[in-house]
């Protein structure tokens, strides 16, 4: 028989001792199953938080930058600046070679929109022919605008299509004409579903008009956008474009050094932070939970087994006398206890994913539940077994035989 | 060939400031196959004398060869194999774990063996045959009498085919006639050909064996 033989044997007697003092296994592994809970819910939400972030970034295309009117400061204060023309877009696509789509975009929000008697807000935005393209963003059903319409100023749009459903219902849009405030717009295109964004904005409540149209007609400018988006070819320069594309917009905004940015860059690189920091509160949450249930259960663990081992001195004794090594007694208490916390690793890997399902259920969040939850949650377990488990699983080896056998 | 020499055995126990000489130079000769019985009242040095030869605890000095090799100075993981192999352990307070079933009571010791290709699971049916205990295999050690508790622990100490079976009060729990009983079948145990080494400090207990020796004080007198 081999060590490895000697091993099972003796983590079958640890198996023994751990099916028949039930109630020190109990405490030790809900204590155990608590923290790891916790901890697996927070490597499954970090992980659902990239994975959704990588998805959106993903779909929105990993090419691209996203260019707004107004510092990060006006932003974040909900004042919106257009600082951004239509000249900066032309000088952007001329000294950009890589930028294969140089797009400007202008928004309006709860802008009135109406097909006979149905009314809605809606979010109305200008944008050229290359909307759909540059957001990846297909026209399902009838055809997109073209570049005769935007340089037409013509009344036609895409519509989204939850505010199709809102105004048409079943009735097909292509065709149709809608009234936004008073200006008669026929629908030409309907975008496919894009669903929600992670703070719950639905995408599909859009119409999308010639830039043209919108400016003049709606907003009766003619030099300002809200916004331009960037495709690039070589993706792997993406961030030294970032740089390149500010120095070159401040120099055309002629700002001094001390004046900060009047125009914000949004890359894949900030969806993903954006994305990180709204689970941040969470992860923070669970996190400080888990690390003190985890502590709190280790001191459990510690504590049932020092007890444990003193009302079990003579068993040491006896399995003394009868030829167990130290490091057989020391293997078997801390099979015990390992095994333990596998078991509470486990039952705690459980437990997240039910309360995950209660998560999800209540608010879109998003959760991920990898092998890489399940090894974390494994290795932690195991980590708490034989870092607590450690010190009784000593003092027990470390019993004299003749002083174990007198009990 | 004897199976154990104790040559001058001393054993000191440091107690607070003091050393105090529990043995002081133990001489004895146990031939194979005998059955020996160690006398001596409570304070005698007999529970330490029985703690050397059982490999538990080291002399002070003295020189102890065990089936013709010197154990007086091995570390705590070769007296572990020592034991293992040569000696077989019956207490009077059986020492069973509670927790385990009687077949896997007796096959505890056959855990720690270091190199063996014995079937030990038919083995200890055999042994619990032939201590009258064939049927109570499946029981916990709680289901079970005090002399049955005791038979399992006489079971448990031969799995292991030891060179000794030292036995320290095997009946001091038990009520006379089921002592009889026990001491019967250690009788039965030696004409099987096992050494046995018995202490006590009963001599109705110490008339079972075939030579009887006395202690006094920390040496044989």
């Known amino acids: 028989m081999s060590d490895a033989g000697r091993f099972l044997r003796i983590l079958s007697q640890s198996a023994k001792a751990v099916r028949s003092y039930t109630l020190r296994t109990v405490f030790c592994l809900v204590s155990v199953a608590f923290g790891i809970a916790s901890i697996t819910l927070i490597v499954a939400a970090t992980e659902g938080a990239y994975q959704k972030a990588f998805e959106i970034v993903a779909r929105f295309g990993p090419d691209s930058l996203l260019v707004f009117g107004g510092g990060e400061e006006a932003r974040a204060t909900g004042r919106r600046q257009k600082t951004i023309t239509l000249d900066d877009i032309d000088a952007v696509r001329d000294a950009f070679s890589t930028a294969y789509l140089v797009v400007p975009m202008t928004a309006m929000r709860d802008v009135p929109v109406s097909y006979r008697n149905r009314k809605y807000q809606s979010l109305v935005i200008g944008s050229t022919s290359d909307y759909s393209r540059v957001w990846t963003w297909p026209v399902v059903q009838g055809s997109d605008f073209t570049d005769d319409d935007v340089r037409g100023l013509r009344n036609v749009g895409l519509i989204g299509q939850f505010l199709a459903s809102e105004l048409f219902g079943d009735e097909d849009p292509v065709g149709k004409t809608i009234l936004i405030k008073r200006i008669p717009v026929k629908i030409v295109g309907v975008l496919s579903e894009r669903g929600t964004t992670p703070t719950g904005e639905r995408l599909d409540d859009r119409v999308i008009i010639p830039i043209s149209t919108i400016m003049r007609k709606l907003q009766n400018e003619t030099t300002y956008v809200s916004a331009m988006r960037i495709r690039f070819l070589d993706r792997e320069n993406l961030y030294a474009h970032v740089e390149e594309l500010r120095t070159f917009l401040r120099a055309r905004h002629k700002l001094p050094t001390e004046e900060p940015d009047d125009f914000t860059t949004v890359s894949p690189r900030e969806i993903t932070k954006f994305l990180v920091a709204l689970t941040g509160s969470l992860v923070a949450f669970l996190g400080i939970t888990g690390v003190i249930a985890l502590v709190v259960a280790g001191f459990v663990i510690a504590n049932l087994f020092l007890l444990s081992v003193r009302e079990r001195t003579q068993e040491i004794g006896i399995r003394r006398a009868a030829g167990a090594k130290r490091r057989d007694i020391m293997f078997q208490f801390l099979g015990e206890s390992v095994l333990i916390t596998t078991l509470g690793g486990l039952a705690g890997f459980a437990l997240a994913f039910a309360s995950s399902k209660l998560l999800t259920s209540v608010a879109e969040f998003p959760i991920h539940f990898s092998s890489k939850a399940f090894v974390v949650g494994m290795v932690l377990s195991w980590a708490v077994g034989i870092g607590f488990g450690l010190q009784p699983a000593n003092r027990a080896a470390n019993l004299k035989p003749i002083e174990a056998i007198k009990g | ?221």
């Open chain 2, 1 to 221: 060939m004897p199976i154990c020499i104790l040559e001058d055995i001393k054993k000191t126990y440091r107690m607070g400031d003091i050393d105090v000489m529990v043995l002081r130079g133990v001489n004895l000769l146990v031939e194979r196959g005998e059955f020996i019985a160690i006398m001596g009242a409570s304070g005698s040095g007999k529970t330490t004398l029985v703690n050397i030869i059982g490999c538990l605890d080291v002399p002070t000095s003295g020189r102890y060869i065990l089936a013709d090799r010197e154990v007086s100075r091995l570390s705590d993981d070769e007296l572990s194999v020592i034991r293992n192999e040569h000696i077989g352990f019956v207490f009077q307070n059986f020492y069973l774990l509670p927790y385990a079933t009687v077949l896997e009571n007796v096959l505890l010791p056959s855990l720690y063996v270091e190199k063996s290709k014995d079937d030990f699971v038919k083995r200890a049916h055999d042994l619990l045959a032939i201590v009258g205990l064939r049927e109570r295999t499946k029981f916990k050690p709680s289901q079970l009498s005090g002399g049955e508790q005791q038979r399992v622990a006489i079971a448990r100490a031969l799995i292991n085919d030891p060179d000794i079976i030292l036995t320290d009060e095997p009946t001091g729990q038990l009520d006379s006639k089921t002592a009889g009983e026990i001491m019967d079948l250690l009788v039965q145990m030696h004409d099987r050909g096992k050494t046995i080494i018995l202490i006590t400090h009963d001599p109705n207990v110490a008339k079972y064996a075939n030579r009887i020796v006395t202690m006094k004080d920390g040496v044989i007198v």
